[in-house]
């Protein structure tokens, strides 16, 4: 089986039997695939969704001059928990990310610290986060490894797996999209789209229980029997 992926990992979860692994332990640059955990640490963090969170100005600022994905919300703003998870995890929102963490942490950088306890907790040897949202910087980096660990772990929550896969939905005057393109229409398996790097349109891959996908940093991951789960980062080459 040849791919021109440079990092794939493919897992039979039902027999725990690896298909394919090519350099899965290799550190890389995770992107937005580290909202995976963000999302989780919420979920355990906060059991009321119905919370409203009021947006800081310093909470946002700066995402604008990094090109990061935003769905545009604006200091002195309020939304729920439950609506700035959908934004997080649909469209891969960074401005909804940075609120969720400050909230949950007190503070951004005291939510990093949670973040990397948190994947110690689950035994993940090889990652290490410096932010919430995955906009490359020194020192975050993960593998494919650790985020078929993480990925199966976030799978299991009834919250997230219904948030991922989730097709569309409506937060006040904005209109959300999941945009996984491949399977989104069946109904027996539950998807973790993708969650792009920033500077990339979103491109989402999963097909049944075989799997796919994408340039560069590929993380392909098969979780049980009709729960297909596929992780990609960047533009779409390699499809098995």
Excluded: W
């Excluded at 942490?105 to 948190?118: H, P």
């Excluded at 919250?159 to 399977?183: C, D, E, M, P």
């Excluded at 796919?212 to 392909?220: A, I």
């Amino acid at each position: 089986m040849e791919t021109e992926a440079e990092i794939v990992l493919l897992v039979n979860t039902d027999s725990e039997t690896v298909i394919l692994d090519k350099n899965a332990d290799k550190r890389t640059a995770p992107a937005s695939l580290t909202k995976i955990v963000t999302c989780m640490l919420v979920l355990e963090n906060c059991p009321d969704l119905s919370t409203k969170i009021t947006c800081k100005k310093e909470t946002i600022a700066g995402l604008a001059e990094r090109n990061a994905v935003t769905v545009g919300i604006l200091a002195g703003e309020t939304l729920t928990i439950k609506d700035l998870l959908y934004c997080m995890m649909l469209p891969s929102a960074a401005d909804a990310t940075n609120i969720l963490a400050d909230y949950v942490g007190g503070g951004i950088d005291n939510f990093v610290v949670m973040m990397n306890e948190f994947v110690s907790d689950l035994g993940c040897k090889s990652t290490n986060f410096v932010n919430p949202h995955g906009l490359d910087a020194p020192g975050h980096y993960s593998t494919a490894e650790d985020l078929a660990v993480l990925g199966a772990y976030a799978m299991e929550n009834p919250i997230f797996a219904q948030t991922v896969s989730t097709k569309s939905v409506r937060i006040g005057n904005r209109s959300l999209t999941n945009h996984n393109r491949a399977g989104a229409d069946n109904q027996n398996l539950l998807n973790i789209r993708t969650l792009c790097h920033f500077t990339n349109p979103p491109v989402s891959l999963f097909v049944n229980n075989i799997a796919v996908t994408n340039r560069k940093h590929t993380f392909t991951l098969q979780f049980p029997a009709f729960k297909g789960c596929c992780f990609a980062l960047r533009e779409e080459i390699f499809r098995i």
